[in-house]
């Protein structure tokens, strides 16, 4: 979806780097290290990491965790003119949730070609049929939203092999 609107390639990049600190906290819990923040007005307004092992819930992923976390905020669940920033392409369920909250732009950096509901996979913020449309920018930080993701479960393989032997 493309729109007028200025879009401060450094400030997403600023912005990307809080929710990679996130997706770091995320991964010493032992999740999957996804960040996610929601910023109205240029401040932080909602943060969240992924959560469902911890929690023993399905829908914890790091972009409900701070849409969720920006609603109490706002008192409102409609996050109208927010930017949600995560590190990894969201999948479709939260995809869903990012057009029924309203987000107006999404930024993502890494692509996820298993479950990608962006354009990976699937793209639901494409679909026309839909009555809300998210701005999308996708690829901010790829490389290091990536890594992130490649370094831990090339971690857990260790491990796992360690388990083995």
Not at 11 to 37: F, H, N, S, Y
Request: charged share 20%.
């Amino acid at each position: 979806m493309t729109s007028n609107t200025f879009i401060d390639t450094e400030q997403d990049q600023t912005l990307m780097t809080t929710a990679l600190t996130l997706a770091a906290e995320a991964a010493l819990a032992g999740e999957v290290p996804v960040g996610a923040i929601v910023v109205k007005d240029g401040k932080i307004i909602g943060r969240g990491s992924n959560a469902p092992i911890g929690s023993h819930d399905p829908s914890a992923h790091a972009e409900i965790q701070a849409m969720r976390d920006a609603a109490k905020s706002l008192g409102n669940y409609r996050l109208v003119d927010c930017t949600l920033y995560v590190t990894l392409e969201p999948c479709a369920m939260c995809a869903g949730a990012i057009q029924h909250a309203r987000i107006a732009r999404l930024v993502y950096g890494a692509s996820d070609h298993k479950t990608g509901a962006c354009g990976s996979v699937i793209n639901l913020m494409a679909e026309q049929k839909l009555n809300h449309h998210t701005q999308v920018t996708s690829g901010v930080m790829a490389n290091e939203c990536g890594s992130i993701l490649t370094n831990f479960f090339s971690e857990r393989r260790k491990q796992s092999k360690l388990l083995r032997e």
